[in-house]
């Protein structure tokens, strides 16, 4: 049972999901899918509602029907002709793929949402293991703010939902998890339209302030807090954000870490590497330009387990938008980040 102001232990999942190619339910269709040219300066969630197609309902059922004709990060070819899915029948398309019944034992945990509450417990393998999720800003502070169409994008909402998901992964695999940044009522979403509010707290439960430095100190805090607690443990701080460059700079996932830790330089190169691997495996040529460095940040400088900061793209580029928006995405950063957190934990525990 999950008790409020207290932390999250135990549980999570893993979606074996492509990390741009998404996957995709049944859909049931009036028509055959037609084909439309894309212009210059399309991407998809503009090609679908010029053509009367809400992208919300439509965005991985297109992506399903064009993946073998999509540019990198699902991009789309000014002058390339795309099938668009056929109108649904009322009723027939649902959000995302149902979970599957879990199996095993499982726990509820409320801060996941309704949908994901129930949490299947796989096995042990990060027992020991202790993890301090901080999603970037929150509160009074939405971070980075973009438009995609007829939509805020805003920082703090899609990071926060790729470190739920992440949260629910580690737990599902014995790890102990404190989600530092926290809202009682979002959950995990499978919109691609995060909507966005400011009722985000910081563990146990403490109004977010609107000054900066109290802020960091805040969550800082919070995280050296619970370092104590756990003294001895194998700890990590994981703190994920998305960064705002201008419209037309395109980059894949990057991590900081501080100068000092040479076991958070060791981290942040696993991560890096996973995606590496990652990429090669589900888009081979594509390449990946991703970057481990150091920078002097107040989080990762002044918490006391060993940190690495995550910047998941660039919230202006259309490509990199794509990354946040679809759910399957979102999800599939957060199976990699798992898979080099396992990683990690195996060689330095």
């Known amino acids: ?25 049944s859909f049931s269709l009036l028509a055959q899918p037609t084909e439309v040219v894309a212009q210059k300066g399309d991407g998809i969630y503009r090609l679908l509602t010029r053509n009367g197609l809400p992208a919300t309902e439509y965005m991985e059922a297109f992506i399903e029907l064009n ?46 949402g309704k949908k994901y509450a129930e949490v299947e ?44 998901r992440l949260a629910r992964n580690l737990i599902q695999h014995g790890a102990t998890v404190y989600m530092i940044t926290r809202d009682k009522n979002d959950g995990i979403r499978d919109e691609s339209y995060l909507r966005p509010d400011k009722d985000e707290v910081c563990y146990p439960n403490q109004k977010i302030p609107l000054n900066q430095i109290r802020r960091l100190r805040q969550r800082t805090d919070a995280v050296n807090d619970l370092y104590k ?62 970057t481990v460095s150091t920078r002097n940040l107040y989080v990762v400088k002044n918490t006391y387990p060993v940190a690495v900061y995550i910047e998941l793209g660039n919230i202006n580029h259309r490509r990199d938008q794509q990354r946040f928006i679809i759910p399957s995405n979102r999800q599939a950063l957060a199976n990699w980040l798992f898979e080099g957190l396992v990683e990690d934990y195996k060689t330095n525990k």
């Not at 049972?1 to 339910?25: Q, R, S, W």
């Not at 004709?69 to 649902?94: M, Q």
């Open 1 to 25: 049972m999950f008790e409020p102001n207290l932390h999250i232990k135990k549980y999570t999942v893993i979606f074996l999901t492509f990390f741009l190619a998404g996957t995709v339910n």
């Open 67 to 112: 993946k073998e004709r999509l540019g990198p990060d699902n991009s789309l070819f000014a002058g390339r002709k795309y099938k668009l899915p056929g109108r649904k029948a009322e009723g027939t398309l649902k959000a995302s793929k149902p979970l599957t019944k879990p199996k095993g034992p499982t726990r509820n945990i409320e801060i996941f």
């Open 121 to 164: 417990i796989i096995d042990e393998q990060l027992k020991g293991a202790v993890f301090h999720l901080v999603a970037g800003h929150g509160g009074p502070d939405p971070g980075a703010v973009a438009k995609y169409g007829d939509w805020q994008l805003c920082e703090d909402e899609y990071a926060y939902d790729v470190t739920l």
């Open 229 to 290: 607690k756990h003294r001895g443990s194998f700890q990590r701080m994981v703190a994920i954000h998305v960064d705002s460059r201008s419209h037309g700079e395109n980059i894949d996932v990057f991590f900081y870490h501080d100068k000092r830790s040479k076991t958070g330089e060791k981290a942040a190169h696993i991560l890096k590497n996973t995606f590496q691997q990652k990429y090669d495996q589900h888009q081979p040529g594509r390449g990946y330009s991703g």
